[in-house]
């Protein structure tokens, strides 16, 4: 179970985030499935995951994510993995700045029956907003802003 549930995992990040194919979440995310790190705005179900997708492609439509390990145990699957792409679209209400941008993430998915049921994932927010120029960098944690 666990080595199709890793299999599972690869095709997700594979196929929809780096082949651009949304269509595909659909196939992989259950009816019931809950996000546990989901904004107040996020839909329920496959539909929220759509969402998420949609967020990071229309800000980093080049967006790309390097999985550099991946555990599964039973119907748990996690991954380390390293999000990367250009800035040329609107993200958290600021504008593109054509910068390169890389994030640090953790995910944690559970699988039921082939398909996602649950996800939580921390992902390094400030140090992409340090990117994006959304927040400043102050000089007393020795940084050059």
Request: charged share 25%.
């Amino acid at each position: 179970m666990s080595e199709w549930n890793k299999a599972l995992t690869r095709r997700f990040v594979d196929e929809v985030y780096n082949n651009a194919r949304p269509e595909v979440i659909g196939e992989l995310f259950a009816d019931d499935y809950v996000d546990h790190t989901a904004s107040s705005e996020q839909a329920p179900g496959p539909a929220g995951a759509r969402q998420v997708y949609d967020v990071f492609r229309t800000a980093f439509p080049d967006l790309r994510v390097e999985v550099h390990d991946l555990v599964a145990d039973g119907d748990l699957v996690t991954f380390r993995s390293t999000m990367s792409g250009t800035s040329r679209g609107p993200l958290m209400g600021a504008a593109p700045t054509g910068k390169p941008v890389e994030i640090a993430s953790m995910v944690f998915l559970r699988v039921r029956d082939g398909r996602f049921v649950e996800r939580w994932e921390q992902m390094d927010l400030l140090g992409l907003m340090l990117q994006l120029g959304i927040v400043a960098q102050s000089e007393s944690a020795g940084g050059d802003a």
